[in-house]
């Protein structure tokens, strides 16, 4: 195995701690927030049919995947039919399913969502960056894979807008790449105004999607939409890693989009999600002023810059139980003074507490260095 | 994507045929055998706890690990503790984690598992294949991972004894080769006399387990048992793939296994399966004496030999609305005159009119071969 590969930083913290943390760390949504009755009423519904319980197929349930081309089409302008979606087990899983049909080298942003490198890495693939569209260009050609995170990116959560979106698709097209447009967040919208993906207008495009933050990540049920011959290529390597995605779990989902309106339930997710976001933001100005952000427009997360180490910091974070991730992590080799905070697997609460203890480790580290420098200055002015 | 990626024969037939059909062709259980019931109350028990839909860890349930561990302990003779287990996405999931960890060239028996074939494939292994053990030694390196399946192969439908058993754990250990040995069908003993996994006396091995032939495939769990040394290596590669197994599905087996007794199901299993075998196994003998097989001893399908071109049988037969598995699509690059013949899957009036529909067609293909013989015999006597 190659030495390059080692246990993700995140998951290490999360194996780390216990109910005694906060935990700014994770990717975790509210799961106050689960439709949990819903669930369990399609979930005896889905298992009154045997069917639940045997083998399907690769492709996945078609009722489903044709309810998944709906919300394109009616939500995010963009025609899809049924062929056009192959349901995977979570959206992780269609890193590894693509990257064994396409042979490529991959882009990706910097910084960049931690599980899709570390399925990169496993995969041998070169991994290049870029950090401005206007670099990108000549990264790009026909034995190119870019990957984007469109909307409310993991960890940086900004949004590509219209013109970048056109810019974007149109040097794909002229390079002949191929784009993986992972739309986990598109509809942590706190607008609930969805925007139309890239993928639209690029001619090689699988744009990802899963129900894990709008419904709940522990069924593991994603998809992946590409046009119907990319979609022929991809499945039997799906069936080569795990047969099909559990059929149970399938049929839950397609239940419980019979039953209810998915997109009221987004709308009642994203109000929860602002007024958190809203509440950790007012915190961070309260109590870390130094902290430079943006307040993100959707997503879980906050994204900032502060003036220290932050791997040191989040070291010491984690000694006094409050966990949060150094932004590190997210860049393939380069040193990093931001931070991602999630806020919404914690309670109000959690979150003051959590921004003061940050809050006061930051002090500690201010005195530290004025107490050294004072130090530095006295032998010197002694010497 | 390499031009030998085919979608692999039997799930070709899969999605061709519909309940018109007989078919002896997938390794789908007996549907009417599942403990839905059960399976029932076990998830309305586990989606009581809203974790049930809420991200886990890529080891797996630890509750869920302790159990799987206890069937080691207590049914196979092989001490094994839950730090040794790993939850997977199904026992196919398995393949492409340990490949993945470790870089060796592939030695199958021949005829092996096509699914195995099918992930081997699509990881561009080199595959070598040995039919008798007294080959293999010359084949096994540090550098060969062995694949095995020990109990009612698929689709051989032959066992390891135990001094075979014996003979392969010291020469895999001599070569230092490592060892995936798959478990599907290990408690499918129509005797109920499980025998221990060779992996027991293996070094480098890994034992293939999963609850899709003993309670339901349709949940997709399954499991990797190792030493800890081994499962910490494939934990990055899990984590990669589909971040963890479904978390629903994990606790409803483990809900499962705390209200019922799993070996008592299992043996109601093998008592059904047992009589379903000898019902096809009399119909062969009734209506094609010319089958050269033996009664398996456990398992799901039947397998034996004929003297035609059992490909060309099996596509006249699909056309009758028949489905059966033509044996060289078992095999890495070789003809075969075997055909496999699942039983589990359907009813007693399925099975014998299907065993005539194959009858008919074996006579049919005897006349035609006899008339040509005769014309050649006549068109030379003219000569």
């Known amino acids: 195995m190659s030495s390059k590969i080692k246990r993700s930083y995140i998951r290490e913290i999360l194996d780390v701690i216990d109910d ?21 009423e399609a979930t005896v519904k889905a298992l009154e049919n045997t069917k639940s319980l045997q083998y399907s197929s690769s492709y996945g349930l078609e009722t489903l995947r044709k309810k998944i081309a709906s919300f394109y089409c009616d939500k995010l302008d963009f025609p899809t039919n049924e062929e056009e979606i192959l349901i995977t087990s979570g959206s992780q899983q269609a890193f590894d399913i693509i990257l064994k ?6 882009i990706v942003e910097e910084p960049s969502y931690l599980g899709a490198l570390a399925s990169f890495r496993v995969l041998n693939k070169k ?15 026909n034995k190119s894979c870019l990957y984007l995170i469109s909307d409310f990116q993991n960890p940086s959560t900004s949004s590509y807008n219209c013109t970048q979106r056109q810019v974007l698709s149109k040097m ?13 967040y ?31 990540p522990g069924l593991r049920v994603g998809w992946i939409r590409a046009k119907k011959s990319l979609i022929d290529k991809l499945l039997f390597i799906k069936e080569s890693l795990d047969l099909h995605t559990a059929t149970l779990n399938q049929m839950i989902f397609d239940e419980y989009l019979n039953r209810n309106n998915l997109f009221e339930h987004i709308e009642f997710i994203n109000a929860n999600y602002q007024e958190k976001m809203n509440f950790m933001a007012d915190c961070l100005v309260k109590y870390i002023p130094s902290f430079k952000f943006e307040r993100p427009k959707g997503g879980m997360f906050i994204y900032g810059k502060l003036n220290c180490d932050t791997m040191n910091l989040a070291n010491i974070a984690l000694k006094q139980k409050l966990a949060i991730v150094p932004a590190e992590v997210f860049y393939l080799n380069k040193k990093s003074n931001e931070i991602r905070l999630n806020f ?15 809050a006061n480790i930051l002090k500690e580290i ?3 260095k004025r107490s050294i420098f004072l130090t530095i200055f006295d032998s010197l002015k002694a010497g």
Chains 1, 2 share one sequence.
């Open 127 to 141: 991994i290049n960056s870029f950090s401005k569209i206007s670099s990108l260009n000549a990264l790009l050609d």
């Open 172 to 184: 794909i097209n002229k390079n002949c790449s191929f784009l993986i447009e992972d739309g986990a």
């Open 101 to 106: 049909a396409i042979d490529t080298k991959i």
């Open 366 to 368: 201010k005195k530290e």
């Open 20 to 40: 005694d943390y906060i935990s700014f760390a994770g990717g975790l949504p509210n799961e106050e927030l689960f439709p949990k009755k819903q669930i369990q």
């Open 186 to 216: 598109t509809f942590l919208d706190f607008e609930n105004n969805f925007k139309t993906p890239i993928s639209k207008n690029v001619e090689k495009s699988f744009h990802l999607g899963s129900f894990s933050k709008i419904v709940a």
């Open 344 to 358: 919404t697997n914690s309670t109000y609460g959690e979150i003051e507490d959590g921004i003061k203890i940050l």
